[in-house]
């Protein structure tokens, strides 16, 4: 069974940082191209990042230099480190396995408010 575990997140202030991490069990991690999602209040889910199993990433324009998304293929682990974070990056986080069957992490809250 393909399970995604998300930790990280939180409230912050603009300016600030967080990471958020995705440990996956039951799949074989390392020939997936897993990556980020995000969904504000009222909007539909959307792109972040996502990374390919050779490593080559590719971002949101409203992110880019910003995030970073990262994998440790040794422990299964995706990473999304969150800087100069803003209040329009307020959203459930949610990282994602895709496939013929895609998989999805629970969520995780990002708050980024003064």
């Known amino acids: 069974q393909v399970r995604l575990v998300q930790s990280g997140g939180g409230s912050v202030q603009p300016g600030e940082s967080l990471t958020l991490r995705c440990t996956v069990s039951?799949?074989?991690?390392?020939?997936?191209?897993p990556g980020w999602y995000r969904q504000a209040p009222g909007k539909q889910r959307e792109f972040v990042a996502n990374i390919s199993s050779s490593g080559y990433t590719t971002y949101a324009d409203s992110v880019k230099g910003r995030f970073t998304i990262s994998r440790d293929n040794k422990w299964n682990r995706l990473s999304l480190q969150m800087n100069s974070l803003k209040a329009e990056d307020t959203a459930v986080y949610y990282c994602n396995l895709p496939g013929r069957t895609t998989f999805w992490g629970q969520g995780t809250q990002v708050t980024v408010s003064a």
């Open positions: 039951g799949a074989n991690f390392r020939i997936y191209s």
